[in-house]
Structures are given as C-alpha cells and as structure tokens.
C-alpha cells in the first residue's frame, strides 16, 4: 500500500478518529445489551475511544504495508493481538496509577492478567485486526486519498484539536474524581468506592457521566495503596530473612549444632514466625484493598 508522504500522517490521524468513534460505538452497543440503557463508555466526554483507534494505526503501520512489506494473515492476527492486548493493559495501569482507580477489571474472566487483559478480547482483537488490515484500511485510504490535500490536512487537524481538548477537560474531570477517592477515609476500596459513587450522583452531568461509563470501578486511595506497599515490601523481607537464618540453622546443625555461640535453630523459629505474621498482616491490607471479585 503506497501512500505519498505527505498524505500518511493526516491519513492515519483521521483514521485514528475514525475507528476510535467505531470503538465508542462497539462498547456502546455491548453496554446496552449488558444494561439495556445508553452508556456514554470511555475516558473521554465525546463519542470517541482512543485505544481503539491507537490500535488501529499501530497495526496498520507495523503490518498494513505502509513499512514495504505487508504482514500476513497469521502475522496480523498475532500483531493485532500482542499490540492491542499491550495497549489495554498499559491503559489500564495507567489510569489506575494516575487517577487512582481500577476502571475495568477482569478478574473474574478465565486467562486473565493481572485482571486488566484477557484471552478472549485478545482474540477478537486478533481477529478484528485482520479484517481491518485486510478489508477495511485498503478502501479507507483510497477514500482519504482520493481528497484534496488541503481538505485532508484540514480535517487531520480538526480531529486533533478535538481529541486534545477533550482530553484535557476530561483530565481536569477525572483529577476530580480522584481527589474524592484519596480525600474518602473507610476501612476498604469497596466502602471508599460506594461513597464516591454516592457523591458523583449529586454532582454535575460531567462528573456523574463517568460513573455511568465505568459503573464497576474501583478506588485505589493512595493512603490503602501506600499500605499494601508497604505491606508487600515487609512480608519480602520477612521471607529473606526466614530463608536466610533457616539456612544458617542447616549449616549450624551440621557443625555443632550452634555457630559462633549462636543458636540458629531458635532464630530460624523466630524468622518464620516473623514472616508468618508478615504474611497475616499482608493479607489482611489486601482483603481491604481488593474487592471480593479480584484475586489477592
């Protein structure tokens, strides 16, 4: 697939739009069948999904032929795979990171990772990609090139400076959000999360949008999120040092049953009480962090 130069990135930025509204209407779709009502899904206020579109172009670029060579059908479906099923999963950490909450979760879905991936949306990614790459993106571009330049950069631009301003005031929404989270104080995320939830009904039509886009999100407070951490990082060194004063009381009983005068059996007791109570308090913070769906 040939595509002057200058024509490639306005192109595959109206493509980006344009598949990224395909994207909105899918999930739309797959919501009202889930919830039978209307669902504005996604990050941003506008009737667009941006990880779809970002999947597209990257798929398109790496195996669509823009590069010289035109990957196959097995090689396409395994890009559309990895990359879709990469972007997914970095979105998700992302914006839990950043806004301080898990706004999908797959947990309770078979082969999943880390509940923000599964093997069935990887599949369909798959599949979706081939007949993009294979059906679809040859008749857009010739559509998008048969335009007049000056139409064709025009419209790039306006796509862009849409998404940009979407993105920021949804930003400034979600920061929003995300202050009510961290200011929440409750025993768990699910206590935190049913509060905010409360709040964001009585709050403007922008605020309350976003719970009915994720209406199975859930908090991740920085103060439960600090605890976890530190939870975690007490239970690793706990089990370092049970593993390292149980291998001292091996190397002392072969000897003369101490070494050095000190009694490393006895130690290695104390070590693995240590870490079993390590391990105690870990899971407690985790029961508290992760709803009754998400493995620990």
Known sequence: MHIPAGAAVPALTILFFVFSVIGWLMEVVLKWIQYGRFINRGFLIGPY?????????????????????????????????????????????????????????????PMNLNGRIWIGNLVLFGLASVVIVKGIDPFAFRVLLSWPPVVLHVLA??????????????????????????????????????????????????????????????????????????AKANYRQAVRRARRAFR?????????????????????????????????RLRAVQRRFFSHSEED
């Open 49 to 109: 999904c941006p990880i779809y579109g970002s999947g597209v172009v990257v798929i398109t670029v790496l195996v669509g032929g823009l590069q010289g060579r035109e990957g196959t059908v097995g090689e396409t479906f395994l890009a559309g795979l990895l990359v879709c099923g990469t972007l997914e999963y970095l979105v998700s950490w992302y914006m839990e990171k950043l806004f301080h909450a898990r706004w999908w979760d797959y947990s309770h879905k």
């Open 157 to 230: 631009v306006c796509c862009a400076l849409l998404l940009v301003f979407d993105a920021a005031v949804s930003h400034f929404l979600m920061n929003l959000v995300r202050r009510e989270i961290d200011a929440q104080e409750g025993d768990s995320t699910e206590e935190i999360s049913r509060r905010v939830r409360e709040l964001l009904r009585d709050r403007s039509l922008l605020l309350r949008r976003i719970q009915q886009a994720y209406p199975n999100w859930q908090a991740r407070p920085r103060a439960l999120t600090r605890q976890l951490k530190e």
């Open 248 to 280: 001292q009381a091996v190397k002392a009983s072969r000897s003369a049953g101490k070494k050095g005068g000190v009694d490393w059996t006895a130690l290695a007791a104390q070590a693995e009480e240590a870490r079993k109570a390590a391990r105690a």
